[in-house]
Nanobody
């Protein structure tokens, strides 16, 4: 098990920034690829960003490319999602996930999930 706890969500206005954090327990954090996903009301969970074990490779959904940045600090067992230029359509519950397999954007390939943090962007 890899308990994951997200934080940093909140209510902001369009154009503002937020940084989400996801802290993992245990000493094996660096063995996992990490991803951020989001789910808006009435919609399916969608991929946002992913980062490989070392942190040198990242991938983004087209909808957030150029605005969001994923990073990780393996010494702190934490993955981050810096979100800039937020838009109302970014409103969702954001989840972090840890995967033991290959670096991937597919939600089903991740093994552990956090409880989520709400991000609401007003226009």
């Amino acid at each position: 098990q890899v308990p994951l706890v997200e934080s940093g969500g909140g209510l902001v206005q369009a154009g503002d920034s937020l940084r989400l954090s996801c802290a993992a327990s245990g000493r094996t954090f660096s063995r996992y690829v990490m991803g951020w996903f989001r789910q808006a009301p009435g919609k399916e969970r969608e991929f946002v960003a992913a980062i490989n074990r070392s942190g040198y490779s990242t991938d983004y959904a087209d909808s957030v490319k150029g605005r969001f940045t994923i990073s990780r600090d393996n010494a702190k067992n934490t993955v981050y999602l810096q979100m800039n230029s937020l838009k109302p359509e970014d409103t969702a519950v954001y989840y972090c996930a840890a995967g033991r397999g290959s670096y991937t954007v597919v939600a089903g390939s991740y093994d552990y999930w956090g409880q989520g943090t709400q991000v609401t962007v007003s226009s």
